[in-house]
């Protein structure tokens, strides 16, 4: 098992950064890859990116490609989302997820253990 804890979120202006961290603990190394996922108001959960554990290797959802990073801390066990040149779209709550490691998907369902959540809030 693992379980994940956000920080980081808050409120900023268009064009703005935001730096979210994912805190995990329990099985973590070798076992599972992480990502990120948001979900706005009325709107579905969306894929924001992931990464591997091991390799390092991230993906990301079309929107965010070029202005967000996804990476990785094994010693402290943490993923990071650097979020920059950020939309008002981009509100959202922002969820770090972890799946079994080298499932690769980005369904939100084959996801197994999951955050709280933390609130992003860009204003125009």
């Known amino acids: 098992q693992v379980q994940l804890v956000e920080s980081g979120g808050g409120l900023v202006q268009a064009g703005g950064s935001l730096r979210l961290s994912c805190a995990a603990s329990g099985r973590t190394f070798g076992t599972y890859d992480l990502g990120w996922f948001r979900q706005a108001p009325g709107k579905e959960r969306e894929f924001v990116a992931g990464i591997s554990w091991i390799s390092d290797t991230a993906n990301y959802a079309d929107s965010v490609k070029g202005r967000f990073i996804i990476s990785r801390d094994t010693a402290k066990n943490t993923v990071y989302l650097q979020m920059n040149s950020l939309k008002p779209e981009d509100t959202a709550v922002y969820y770090c997820?972890?799946?079994?490691?080298?499932?690769?998907?980005?369904?939100?369902?084959?996801?197994?253990?999951w955050g709280r959540g933390t609130q992003v809030t860009v204003s125009s």
């Open positions: 997820a972890a799946i079994d490691v080298g499932r690769d998907s980005n369904r939100g369902t084959d996801f197994g253990f």
